[in-house]
């Protein structure tokens, strides 16, 4: 079941650096529980891995770590088999332009004040890397249905010869 308490918001810019997860994200972005839900959100396949960002401004952190506690997430999904946790999702756009998920697992492993866990329909770590690992991420809700938006209103300009 997924619940939204969403409207259109951005919560932060986040800077922070692509650090190594613990190798279990792909079998959870690929279960076909999930897999679904990001499909429906994302409108794509999600690339089976994640993208873990580790915060370092501490200012930043407790900016994160408020809006996980007193605002809440912008989705909350309970999957009907009880092997799996729920998870708290925020939307994301990295670099200002990928459409993402932040994923926050009731049952997870990392701090996630500090760590963004990021499913998108791309690989983003090259990306990430080649710009010395530095990743810009815009969390909030709303975000991908606008980008969505965005997106098809400037193709279809392009299209148009404007």
């Given amino acids: 079941m997924l619940a939204s308490n ?17 190798g279990k994200a792909s079998r959870f972005v690929t279960e076909n529980l999930y ?18 960002v580790q915060i370092s401004d501490e200012l930043v952190v407790r900016a994160y770590k408020t809006i996980i506690e007193e605002l809440g997430p912008c989705m909350i999904y309970t999957p009907r088999d009880t092997r799996y946790g729920r998870i708290h999702l925020l939307e994301a756009l990295v670099y200002g332009i990928i459409p993402g998920i932040i994923v926050i697992p009731e049952r997870g492993v990392h701090d996630y004040s500090r760590t963004l866990e990021i499913v998108a329909c791309r690989r983003i770590r090259d990306i990430a890397e080649s710009l010395n690992s530095l990743v810009y991420v815009v969390v909030g809700c709303g975000l991908i249905r606008c980008w969505y938006f965005w997106s098809r209103a ?6 148009s010869g404007l």
């Fill in 35 to 52: 897999k679904r839900l990001f499909l429906d959100i994302l409108g794509c396949e999600p690339y089976p891995g994640t993208l873990n």
């Fill in 154 to 159: 400037i193709l279809s300009l392009k299209s």
């Fill in 6 to 22: 969403c409207r259109f918001r951005v919560y932060l810019v986040v800077r922070g650096k692509v650090t190594r997860g613990v």
